[in-house]
């Protein structure tokens, strides 16, 4: 499995214009894409953001149809923590987002986040990572396995997912003055060898790196990730 060719950066201002519009979406955001599962975390992710917020400008997007089931047990009992914790006006739930506009959506995103427990695979996550943006993921299930570049977090704390949530958006400050999402400050990475087995996921976040404007450089030492 892997993300279809169609995710890829956006840079198109008059799309990405249309898309932000189309879903009402804040100008810097963190998001995730999928469904509402007890696996999903999703009252973890919210008590982390709600730790690590410190203004109203930065928003929680939640996309996906089932945040808007209310009928369902799982949504209503998300939305009922978004008011408990104070957080109905940093809280975007898009509902459905037609996949041909996905790629602008992930494009718009400061940060990409998926803090399941467990995973069958884990598609979302590439497909952010395809269209250049920087990522976290919990460090179980398969999700360790095509983490690539991603900030690995523990999904059982939510104090260390809002940790790190502070250190992506550190990271991204230092590296590229707060620019995202037009990766006007390209970043330059050093990449070690990879093992065998990761060899077609490294090219494909090579290739996104590339496309998103990021200067890669490649270590030829014999150490070996994975």
């Known amino acids: 499995l892997a993300a279809d060719e169609q995710y890829t950066r956006i840079t198109e201002n008059k799309e990405l214009m249309r898309v932000r519009k189309m879903y009402a979406l804040p100008q810097e955001f963190i998001l995730y894409v999928g469904d509402i599962n007890w696996n999903k975390n999703i009252p973890g992710?919210?008590?982390?953001?709600?730790?690590?917020?410190?203004?109203?400008?930065?928003?929680?997007?939640?996309?996906?149809?089932?945040?808007?089931?209310?009928?369902?047990?799982?949504?209503?009992?998300?939305?009922?923590?978004?008011?408990?914790?104070?957080?109905?006006?940093?809280?975007?739930?898009t509902g459905y987002i037609d996949p041909r506009d996905l790629p602008a959506v992930y494009s718009l995103a400061r940060v990409y986040i998926q803090p399941s427990f467990a995973e069958g695979f884990g598609l979302p996550l590439l497909e952010a990572m395809a269209c250049g943006v920087p990522t976290i993921c919990s460090d179980k299930s398969?999700?360790?396995?095509?983490?690539?570049?991603?900030?690995?977090?523990?999904?059982?704390?939510?104090?260390?997912?809002?940790?790190?949530?502070?250190r992506v958006f550190a990271f991204l400050t230092e590296h590229?003055?707060?620019?995202?999402?037009?990766?006007?400050?390209?970043?330059?990475?050093?990449?070690?060898?990879?093992?065998?087995?990761?060899?077609?996921?490294?090219?494909?976040?090579?290739r996104s790196l590339g496309e998103a404007g990021i200067r890669v450089e490649i270590d030829d030492s014999n150490e070996t990730l994975g």
């Open 45 to 93: 992710l919210l008590k982390a953001f709600a730790m690590y917020r410190k203004s109203g400008k930065l928003q929680l997007v939640l996309a996906g149809k089932a945040f808007l089931e209310k009928r369902t047990p799982e949504a209503n009992a998300i939305n009922n923590l978004i008011v408990s914790l104070k957080l109905e006006h940093s809280i975007v739930q």
């Open 142 to 166: 398969s999700l360790k396995e095509i983490a690539g570049p991603s900030f690995l977090i523990d999904p059982n704390h939510e104090e260390t997912i809002a940790l790190s949530l502070e």
């Open 176 to 206: 590229t003055g707060g620019a995202f999402p037009t990766w006007l400050a390209p970043v330059q990475v050093r990449v070690l060898s990879v093992s065998e087995k990761h060899v077609e996921y490294a090219n494909l976040v090579l």
